[in-house]
C-alpha cells in the first residue's frame, strides 16, 4: 500500500474541512502534505486523524507540514527553539501547542531521530 493510499482519510477530512494542499514525494516515498487549513480546529483535526492511524508518529512516511490561514498570512508562521537540556520533541510541542510530530518534520534537514536532539540546537517551530 502506498503511502498516500493508507493515509487517504487525512487528505479527504482536509477537502472536507476546506484546507488546501499540495502532495509532493519526499525521500524513500514519503508521503509530502503542505497546505494551509482554514483554522486551528481544522489543523488540529489533520493531526488527531494522522495520530490515529500512525498513534506513535513511527511510520515514517509522511510528513504533515500544515499552517493556518492566518499564521500564512503573517509570514510563514515559523518560530525557533534553542534546544536546552532536559528538552525533548514532547516538552517542547506542548509549550507551543502543537504535536512534537510538526516539530521532527520541520526538522529533518537537521535532526536525523526525533529521540535525539542537543542543547544549543535551533529548532524550526511551525505555527
Given at each position: 500500500?502506498?503511502?498516500?493510499?493508507?493515509?487517504?482519510?487525512?487528505?479527504?477530512?482536509a477537502n472536507q474541512?476546506?484546507?488546501?494542499?499540495?502532495?509532493?514525494?519526499?525521500?524513500?516515498?514519503?508521503?509530502?502534505?503542505?497546505?494551509?487549513?482554514?483554522?486551528?480546529?481544522?489543523?488540529?483535526?489533520?493531526?488527531?486523524?494522522?495520530?490515529?492511524?500512525?498513534?506513535?508518529?513511527?511510520g515514517g512516511d509522511?510528513?504533515?507540514?500544515?499552517?493556518t490561514a492566518e499564521?500564512?498570512?503573517?509570514?510563514?508562521?515559523?518560530?525557533?527553539?534553542?534546544?536546552?537540556?532536559?528538552?525533548?520533541?514532547?516538552?517542547?510541542?506542548?509549550?507551543?501547542?502543537?504535536?512534537?510530530?510538526?516539530?521532527?518534520?520541520?526538522?529533518?534537514?537537521?535532526?536525523?531521530?526525533?529521540?535525539?536532539?542537543?542543547?544549543?540546537?535551533?529548532?524550526?517551530?511551525?505555527?
Amino acid at each position: 500500500m502506498s503511502a498516500q493510499e493508507k493515509y487517504v482519510s487525512i487528505l479527504e477530512l482536509a477537502n472536507q474541512n476546506g484546507t488546501t494542499y499540495e502532495l509532493t514525494e519526499g525521500d524513500n516515498g514519503t508521503l509530502v502534505v503542505t497546505g494551509t487549513a482554514p483554522s486551528a480546529e481544522a489543523k488540529q483535526a489533520l493531526w488527531d486523524e494522522y495520530e490515529r492511524l500512525d498513534p506513535e508518529f513511527k511510520g515514517g512516511d509522511l510528513i504533515l507540514n500544515i499552517q493556518t490561514a492566518e499564521a500564512a498570512a503573517a509570514g510563514g508562521g515559523m518560530h525557533t527553539h534553542t534546544v536546552e537540556s532536559g528538552d525533548s520533541l514532547s516538552k517542547i510541542a506542548k509549550g507551543y501547542g502543537i504535536q512534537w510530530k510538526a516539530i521532527w518534520d520541520h526538522n529533518r534537514d537537521i535532526l536525523k531521530d526525533p529521540d535525539k536532539i542537543y542543547p544549543g540546537q535551533e529548532l524550526k517551530i511551525p505555527m
